[in-house]
């Protein structure tokens, strides 16, 4: 974990680093201001309020204090993308648990999959594969069989030709065309499988009955690849209320405006007080800096302990926003660019949107909870506590202890989608663990972002 001395930090801070785009290059000669959240995730320098871009629903604003003059920058400012990280060894899984997070999969078991004439499946990490096609020569003999009863994730194989057909996605084309994921380790590695979260999943499980099918867990996402441990799917989606993920809520600005900040990857380099960089501006490093630093960052995986007491020099590598200008009104709101990979349904700076498939109506939220929001308690279907008046998602049923129970969806907007897809009712109504005819693509994500707890994947 990445916060071992919460008791030592009770504000935010900021740190002055500069940064490198691999380990072994050496750093650039530009001192930037690292910003980092106090031990309870609160981030003094940075707010979040209401957006001011149609449509954005909350956005995060500057916030000018003793430490640092949003008005009139000494240094550029790094804004960290904080997220729960999954590590995972290629880029074929990292896009699977993608389509998980969106809800395009199908549930089912091991034993369906051999009765459909799949032979059976054994473990080899988060999948399930043949045992002719366990691991490679160097793991040995592949485990045991699957039990019949294992519940797995079947998932459209990344490079499938048929993966795609009138934006529906098809599972029917047989064994080599898709993929099967262990469920329940699916669940642990995204952050899905622990208590208080099981509602998340059973939103994701709808999606078979296209019921909630715009609503799913891979809007504020992003990745990286660190050489020196994979690739990291980073998730700050506001369902999970972690306040340290607060920069994965900073939006794009509208149609024809230029973002204020740019997304980056890099390692930073603590600076240290006798650096010539920083003696050359009249800077030094705040109190509390070097504990702010060892506690929310993590050196590169496999990196020599430093000396006793000395904290790590080199971060790992991050996602990053980055300013890209001297001054900035405090009430004005950030933005962002995501990038032309970035599929949207609304028109962002230079960037087209793209058409929706058919139309969803947008979120109304009560008044009352708009003007109690507190970041991560925000109003939206993603928070039990405040959700919209139309199309709620979930609900808290007292006559369980308060679970969270799961809502069905609009009936109209069901059959809307149905209709949009060309899918029949027989199709649409087959039940959980059989395959269905066709399934959706995965939905475009809303916002990129980046928090700091981890699940390693061997």
Not at 30 to 35: D, G
Not at 64 to 80: C, F, H, K, Q, Y
Not at 328 to 340: F, K, L, N
Request: charged residues 20%; glycine residues 8%.
């Amino acid at each position: 974990p990445h916060f071992a001395r919460k008791s030592v930090l009770r504000i935010s801070m900021l740190v002055y680093v500069v940064l490198q785009r691999d380990a072994a290059v050496a750093p650039n000669g530009t001192v930037h201001a690292l910003l980092l959240p106090s031990a309870d995730g609160e981030w003094e320098e940075l707010s979040v309020g209401p957006s001011q871009f149609a449509g954005a629903g909350f956005g995060v604003f500057p916030r000018s204090t003793a430490r640092l003059d949003w008005g009139a920058l000494e240094t550029p400012v790094l804004m960290p993308y904080l997220g729960l990280e999954t590590v995972v060894q290629d880029a074929h899984l990292l896009k699977l648990l993608l389509r998980v997070l969106q809800g395009n999969f199908v549930p089912l078991t091991a034993g369906e999959v051999a009765a459909a004439g799949g032979g059976q499946l054994v473990a080899d990490g988060l999948c399930a594969v043949p045992p002719a096609a366990f691991g490679g020569r160097r793991r040995g003999a592949p485990p045991p069989p699957l039990a019949p009863g294992t519940e797995l994730l079947q998932v459209a194989h990344t490079c499938a030709a048929n993966a795609f057909k009138g934006k529906v996605q098809s599972l029917s084309a047989g064994r080599g065309e898709v993929c099967y994921l262990l469920s329940e380790e699916v669940q642990g590695v995204l952050g899905l499988g622990g208590e208080g979260r099981g509602h998340l999943w059973q939103l994701l499980l709808l999606h078979m009955q296209h019921q909630h099918a715009d609503r799913n867990l891979a809007t504020h996402v992003a990745h990286v690849w660190r050489k020196e441990e994979g690739y990291v799917l980073i998730n700050a989606h506001p369902a999970f209320a972690e306040p340290v993920s607060l920069v994965g809520m900073i939006n794009e600005p509208p149609a024809g405006e230029a973002p204020t900040t740019r997304m980056i990857q890099a390692y930073a380099r603590l600076l240290d007080d006798a650096d010539p960089l920083l003696a050359a501006r009249g800077l030094r490093q705040p109190d509390g800096a070097r504990e702010a630093w060892v506690a929310h960052t993590l050196p590169p995986q496999g990196a020599a302990p430093p000396p006793r007491g000395v904290p790590h020099p080199l971060s790992e590598r991050m996602v990053l926003y980055c300013t890209t200008r001297k001054a900035y009104r405090e009430g004005s709101e950030i933005s962002v660019d995501y990038g032309v990979s970035y599929s949207r349904d609304y028109a962002s700076s230079k960037h087209r949107a793209t058409p929706a498939l058919y139309k969803v109506p947008s979120d109304e939220m009560c008044p009352r909870d708009c003007a109690r929001a507190r970041w991560p308690q925000l109003p939206g279907w993603h928070n039990p506590d405040m959700q919209p008046r139309r199309r709620p998602l979930f609900r808290k049923d007292a006559s369980c202890g308060g679970a969270i129970l799961v809502c069905p969806d609009d009936p109209a907007l069901v059959r809307r989608r149905k209709q949009a897809l060309g899918i029949d009712d027989e199709a649409a109504a087959e039940p959980l663990g059989t395959p269905p005819k066709q399934r959706l693509p995965p939905a475009p994500p809303s916002i990129a972002t980046v928090f700091a707890k981890r699940k390693r994947v061997a």
